[in-house]
């Protein structure tokens, strides 16, 4: 079975600061990767996914992850974050099947 | 808009009562899915539906009865809830489990009282 650990539940950071959102991940098999932004009294949006291939994505609003398969891990960074980039993160693993299993979610704040 | 509704935006419901959650997609895709999100937990996946078939029910309480009359409409019918299943319910859709973006509803805020 697969599981995701989204180690900081927090994440505070100033304005045009950089930023890393750690996601590691375990699973028996071959996964597909994803993380969703969730804003304020609204449904999750699809930032970046990995299916195969190089293991440096580039998502939506500047954000990228790199996936590291000898780490199981799948952290996001975005190089200068705006006010606008404070939610909810979630990284999600799924092994192919119905199944899309998501971490606890990590809050980044971001402050002027 | 995500293409993916979901109604009533917010619901109050007492312990005894009756009531459903709809879902509505118009994207063509033929796996949906109902996830419950509480506070500092895990969305927790309850029931994911596969060209109108159950695939998938995760030790959900039978309090919660899903219903997929076609590919394009899910429910949740709610009867008998507990305080504890205040939460926000999200529908999601994809196009083929698995590997594809799965597209959510804004949610249900539920609460039970």
């Known amino acids: 079975a697969q599981s995701v650990t989204q180690l900081d539940s927090q994440v505070p950071v100033f304005e045009e600061a950089p930023v890393e959102l750690r996601c590691n991940y375990s699973?028996?098999?071959?996964?597909?990767l994803f993380w969703y932004v969730q804003y304020p009294n609204q449904g999750l949006q699809l930032l970046l996914k990995?299916?195969?291939?190089?293991?440096l994505v580039k998502g939506i609003n500047g954000f990228e992850a790199e996936f590291n398969k000898s780490q199981t891990s799948f952290h996001l960074r975005k190089p200068s974050v705006h006010i606008s980039d404070t939610a909810e993160y979630f990284c999600?693993?799924?092994?192919?099947?119905?199944?899309?299993?998501f971490g606890t979610g990590t809050r980044l704040q971001v402050f002027p | 808009e995500t293409g993916v509704t979901q109604t009533p935006r917010h619901l109050v419901m007492g312990m005894t009562n009756k009531k459903s959650l709809k879902c509505e997609q118009h994207?063509?895709?033929?796996?949906m899915y109902w996830y419950k999100q509480s506070a500092k937990k895990p969305l927790e996946l309850m029931f994911v539906?596969?060209?109108?078939?159950?695939?998938e029910n995760n030790s959900v309480p039978s309090r919660f009865s899903p219903e997929c009359p076609n590919s394009s409409h899910l429910f949740l019918h709610l009867h008998t809830l507990q305080p504890e299943d205040s939460a926000l319910y999200l529908c999601?859709?994809?196009?083929?489990?698995?590997?594809?973006?799965?597209?959510f509803g804004q949610g249900t805020r539920l609460t039970v009282v």
């Open positions: 999601a859709s994809s196009q083929a489990g698995g590997r594809d973006e799965a597209f």
């Open positions: 699973s028996s098999v071959s996964v597909y």
């Open positions: 990995y299916l195969s291939g190089s293991t």
């Open positions: 999600a693993v799924s092994d192919g099947t119905d199944k899309l299993i």
């Open positions: 994207l063509g895709h033929n796996a």
């Open positions: 539906y596969n060209f109108k078939e159950q695939t």
